[in-house]
């Protein structure tokens, strides 16, 4: 009987506030979007830094790589190292709300990084019109770039590359964690969540957690409605498994403890229903969820750059071996 009076007065308070988790979209489109050495001025004046990683020699390929939820670009620092000397340009923003973007911590809203991506994307296509282009995304930003794929007026690519993205949709999670999220977010939006208590390992790689840790561009405190709109961009990534087309490489680690496998499994099991000749399942059996920057992060950058040079085709590392046998063993 307490709980369901507590219950009503917490909806009557949550009723009573009117609070909303809020987005905080791009203004008004005023300039032409520019690609410059260090910035991605988007079309409603928006300075996203940019870093890239290029080729001594005219690049041969071209990757797009997005960052994680409370990253930024520098995510890609030593992968764009490695393959740049593979003969391969990497490009990789700050999106907004994080790293030195505006608005840092405040939720852009899915369609928006959407947009900045298909921006990005003509751009980059413009300075290399004879290279094909690869979209990379790591968690978040793996989800964004699925999200994008399914869109009819996303430009052409040559093919995606997905590190373990953010995949874990409220369908697949359990009840009382939607609720929590819906509550909070609906009467707290402001609040911050730092997650400290929550006992999860992102990656063996200790040295570069620390680094993570003293980086003052990593966001340490999240608004709860920063967390809601990441979890409506997580549901729309993982409804959008039937929609993806072309050629797709997956990447996904065995010890990851941030994106569960009950979703990510399920994802896939849509995903190879369809057109499974263009996509390629990795899954890493000592690999976290950052895989690219893990321990063995090495094992997955020539995966990346050998899939990219024959895909389809067989991965040096026999990851996507390794994923084809626990697949079809569940």
Not at 179 to 198: D, F, I, M, Q, R
Request: net charge positive; aromatic share 10%.
């Amino acid at each position: 009987m307490k709980l369901r009076y507590t219950l009503t007065a917490l909806l009557l308070l949550i009723t009573q506030s009117g609070c909303m988790p809020m987005t905080y979209p791009p203004g008004a489109k005023n300039n032409a979007a520019q690609l410059g050495e260090n910035t991605f001025l988007t079309e409603d004046g928006a300075s996203l830094p940019l870093r890239h990683w290029l080729p001594k020699v005219e690049p041969r390929t071209v990757i797009i790589a997005l960052h994680g939820f409370n990253d930024y670009s520098r995510f890609f620092d030593t992968p764009g190292e490695y393959f740049s000397k593979q003969g391969i340009a990497c490009f990789a923003y700050d999106q907004r709300g994080f790293g030195m973007a505006p608005k840092r911590g405040l939720w852009a809203g899915g369609e928006t990084y959407t947009k900045d991506l298909q921006t990005l994307v003509r751009l980059v296509k413009q300075r290399y019109p004879k290279r094909p282009v690869y979209l990379l995304g790591e968690s978040m930003g793996g989800a964004i770039v699925i999200t994008a794929m399914s869109r009819a007026d996303m430009p052409e690519v040559s093919g995606i590359i997905l590190a373990a993205p953010a995949l874990w949709a409220r369908s697949t999670m359990p009840w009382y964690q939607t609720g929590l999220l819906w509550t909070l977010a609906h009467s707290l939006p402001w609040l911050t969540l730092t997650g400290e208590g929550v006992h999860v390992v992102a990656s063996d790689n200790i040295d570069m957690l620390r680094a993570m840790g003293r980086d003052p561009l990593v966001i340490k405190a999240t608004r709860v409605e920063t967390v809601y709109g990441l979890t409506d961009l997580m549901d729309a990534a993982f409804n959008s498994a039937t929609l993806l087309r072309g050629n797709t490489l997956m990447l996904y680690g065995e010890k990851d403890e941030i994106i569960p496998k009950e979703p990510t499994y399920a994802f896939l099991q849509q995903f190879l229903a369809t057109n499974s000749t263009e996509k390629t399942v990795a899954i890493y059996q000592h690999g976290y969820h950052m895989l690219l920057r893990d321990l063995q992060a090495s094992t997955t950058w020539k995966d990346i750059a050998a899939w990219i040079n024959a895909s389809p085709g067989k991965l040096p590392s026999g990851a996507d071996n390794r994923a084809k046998q626990l697949l079809s063993s569940r």
